[in-house]
């Protein structure tokens, strides 16, 4: 099995290697699905995919996901993405909730 990337064993969602692009492609799918089946260290994983690709505005959401329930690794991941000017907290209610609560917690 060494020889072989897996996504998702239990869907046999598995490419030999080499064909990094195809394991990304159901990798950053697999993410998805599981965030929007509410499972959310799945939202972690998705909003840190998509960060790397530099889509912060996707990434920004699933991170809000993760925050809403309790997640505090999304809730540090949000305030970097502010931090850094590539989230401005007002793509929809939870995020301006989120961007409240952290902008508060700013020292002064």
């Known amino acids: 099995m060494d020889d072989i990337q897996c996504v998702d064993e ?16 159901k990798y950053e799918a697999f993410m998805a699905r599981e965030c929007d089946n509410n499972f959310y260290p799945a939202c972690l994983s998705y909003g840190d995919f998509l960060s790397q690709r530099d889509d912060f505005d996707l990434a920004s959401k699933a991170y809000v996901k993760a ?12 305030y970097y993405l502010y931090s850094n000017q590539h989230w401005d907290g007002h793509s929809d ?11 508060a917690e700013q020292p002064n």
């Not at 329930?69 to 991941?77: D, H, L």
């Not at 209610?93 to 902008?103: A, F, G, H, I, Q």
């Open 93 to 103: 209610e939870k995020s301006e909730y989120w961007l409240d609560r952290l902008t």
């Open 67 to 78: 925050a809403n329930n309790g997640n505090e690794a999304a809730t540090s991941r949000l």
């Open 10 to 25: 239990a869907v046999s969602q598995c490419i030999a290697p080499g064909n990094r692009e195809e394991f990304n492609a």
